[in-house]
């Protein structure tokens, strides 16, 4: 049974790479140093790419920051590279994560932007990523269709490096589809390629498909010592995936060989390495490794539990080729077992998703894309020779001066279609403008509808408070004022005396509500007086301690503006009031020339201990309203030192009051 090649760092190498840890860290340092001298420019969004890069896995969560830091940034200066290289980087992460299917819908927005600015190179790394993406959740002709794609524009380029590297992949489409020759074929073929050049790295890549071949076609011997120099390789370069990958393929040997107890202990080992490298789609495989040869080994029950762990993650991962094997290894331990009825189920699930996966049409039709491309290929080389003729007999005729004076002719007649294009290109560009101005235009029309909306219920909401709920609490306190008065005895009455503070606390938290829901203040004295007491207000009635800070002088807006930035402080406030256990928080306000930011944190517990609160509808809600008014939010929720919201806002194509 074959099984992908697994990406992870086992412990047991890790002396071997302490030099390589350190380069490592200190090429980190160097980047954090290069990040604080860099001004806001394309630099500055290339070193957060790098570092971003650099961070991964071992801090992801501060990847992440890093890459979405550049992300914001190259919107704040148009850098449209820099959008579609984000996506690139920001991959790894999802990888991490199993989120293959959103993964490959940044890259094909990544690949529009490509396009767009013709940038061959990038758009060649593109069509090579969504290969990777689409054999990862088992769609090979998908996956196949990509890598033909990236061999098509690195044989317009000459970029021999980046046909070798898809040559590897192609090997491993094949190889999964079980046509295991031609994987080989291509497998020595990109080995060749490497070696003449003394790549080590894409030696090692060839040699894993190579090994992983000769392993399906039961030349086990042969399997061994390839795996043997993929180890070898992986150590001399530094690289310890390599050197896992051929471990775990050296088990998938000895399992072969009828070695299970062998086998089980290098799987034991895998399986030990993804509790510190958390990887949920190598540890499918690994599950199933192991669930395979306890099942091997008799031991039922065992296996059993992992096989159901790996079918669990396969359909949480969308890992359609470990889940028909899954299906498969299941149906025969049930058989086993004596279970015939649950095997039979599960024997036609395997047969299914086989037929889906790995059927006849889906070989077909990767056969038929490499076929397209080999005659592409004879076509191109063919025209390539034809015009090579064509120039000869072109330098031989420009000694002709009429042939001379015919392309000056020429030339001059192409000057006004030249010039027809570039206006009817300028006039495309200003009409694309015009229509993402129209979009922006009513997305904030939308929200603001809704907003408005918004504001007219909490409006009705506050003169029911004031004039229904606080005009019965004045009537009380009148009527037992009155009471007071008639009977002087209630007046020394311990039990009357506090009711009466009680019913004063409620008038006066019902007013206080009341001017939360429709907020007269702040069309009055503007955000910066508002907010501000606000924060008083919601200090005084509760058990935290809110300071607000107003830095710079900031201006007047339009009321639409500065209601909606009053509702997105307010939601934070509630948030730290309802989740956070927080004792105390600051809010920061800061106007710039042409940037409004706001910093609101608070000293609680954060998102560690509250997973939910990362996807719930309301965090969703806010990015998504605060995008629509020009903004950026991030959210960090490091351990230990609560949570820190930071929201800035680009106001130079906000319409500022008079």
């Avoid at 011997?221 to 120099?229: G, P």
């Avoid at 830095?551 to 939601?571: C, D, K, W």
């Avoid at 990015?623 to 800035?648: C, E, F, V």
Wanted: charged share 20%.
């Amino acid at each position: 049974m074959y099984r992908k090649l697994l990406l992870v760092i086992p412990a047991l190498i890790i002396p071997l790479l302490l030099t390589a840890a350190a380069q490592a860290l200190s090429h980190k340092d160097s980047l954090y140093q290069r990040l604080d001298k860099l001004p806001p420019n394309i630099e500055r969004v290339n070193t957060y790419l790098a570092l971003g890069e650099a961070l991964v896995p071992d801090s992801v969560q501060k990847a992440e920051k890093m890459m979405k830091d550049a992300l914001a940034l190259s919107i704040q200066l148009g850098y449209q590279k820099g959008v579609a290289d984000f996506t690139m980087y920001y991959m790894y992460i999802q990888d991490l994560k199993g989120e293959y299917m959103q993964s490959l819908y940044l890259l094909q927005q990544a690949e529009k932007i490509y396009s767009h600015l013709k940038d061959t190179t990038s758009l060649m790394n593109v069509h090579n990523f969504m290969g990777n993406e689409f054999q990862q959740v088992g769609n090979f002709k998908a996956a196949a269709d990509q890598y033909m794609a990236t061999l098509e524009l690195a044989d317009i380029r000459g970029d021999s490096m980046q046909a070798n590297k898809i040559t590897i992949n192609l090997s491993s489409v094949f190889i999964l589809l079980g046509d295991y020759h031609k994987g080989l074929e291509y497998a020595k073929k990109a080995y060749q390629f490497a070696e003449q050049r003394k790549h080590k790295w894409r030696m090692a890549s060839a040699l894993n498909c190579m090994g992983a071949a000769l392993l399906q076609l039961k030349q086990h011997d042969q399997a061994n010592k390839i795996f043997t120099q993929v180890i070898q390789l992986g150590r001399e370069v530094g690289d310890s995936i390599f050197v896992l990958n051929g471990t775990i393929n050296m088990a998938s040997v000895l399992s072969c060989k009828g070695d299970h107890k062998s086998s089980l202990e290098l799987f034991r080992e895998a399986e030990a390495i993804t509790k510190a490298y958390p990887a949920p789609d190598k540890l499918i495989n690994i599950l199933l490794g192991i669930g395979n040869e306890l099942f091997l080994s008799g031991k039922y029950v065992a296996a059993e539990e992992y096989i159901n762990k790996s079918i669990s993650l396969s359909k949480i991962y969308l890992a359609g080729n470990e889940l028909h094997q899954a299906y498969l290894v299941a149906s025969d331990l049930k058989a086993a077992t004596g279970k015939p009825a649950e095997a039979l189920a599960l024997r036609k699930q395997y047969e299914k998703l086989h037929d889906s996966l790995l059927g006849n049409t889906t070989r077909s039709s990767v056969q038929q894309l490499e076929s397209r491309y080999a005659t592409a290929r004879n076509d191109k080389n063919l025209t390539e020779k034809k015009l090579q003729v064509a120039t000869i007999n072109l330098e031989l005729h420009r000694k002709n001066k009429w042939i001379l004076y015919g392309m000056v002719g020429f030339i001059l007649l192409m000057i006004p279609a030249i010039i027809y294009w570039l206006k009817l290109r300028h006039r495309h560009r200003l009409q694309l403008q015009q229509l993402q101005t129209m979009e922006a235009e009513r997305t904030v029309q939308v929200l603001e509808a809704m907003m408005q909306g918004e504001e007219r219920e909490r409006t009705r909401l506050s003169k029911d408070l004031h004039d229904g709920v606080g005009g019965l609490l004045s009537a009380v306190k009148l009527h037992f004022s009155a009471l007071r008065h008639e009977r002087p005895y209630l007046k020394e009455d311990p039990g009357f005396l506090h009711a009466m503070g009680i019913l004063d606390d409620a008038v006066v938290e019902v007013r206080k509500t009341a001017h939360n829901l429709m907020p007269e203040i702040l069309s009055r004295v503007g955000l910066s007086e508002a907010l501000g007491f606000y924060c008083r207000n919601v200090s005084h009635s509760r058990k935290l301690l809110i300071t607000y800070e107003s830095t710079g002088q900031v201006r007047r807006y339009n009321a639409s503006f500065e209601l909606s930035v009053y509702r997105i402080v307010q939601e934070l406030i509630n948030n730290i009031i309802k989740h956070s256990r927080a004792s105390a928080a600051l809010v920061q306000l800061v106007q710039e020339e042409h940037t409004l930011s706001i910093q609101v944190e608070d000293n609680g517990i954060g998102f560690q201990h509250q997973p939910e609160l990362h996807q719930g509808m309301g965090l969703r809600n806010l990015h998504t309203r605060i995008k629509a008014l020009n903004g950026n939010l991030d959210i960090d929720a490091s351990a230990g030192r609560g949570t820190t919201a930071y929201i800035a806002f680009n106001i130079i194509p906000m319409q500022l009051a008079k």
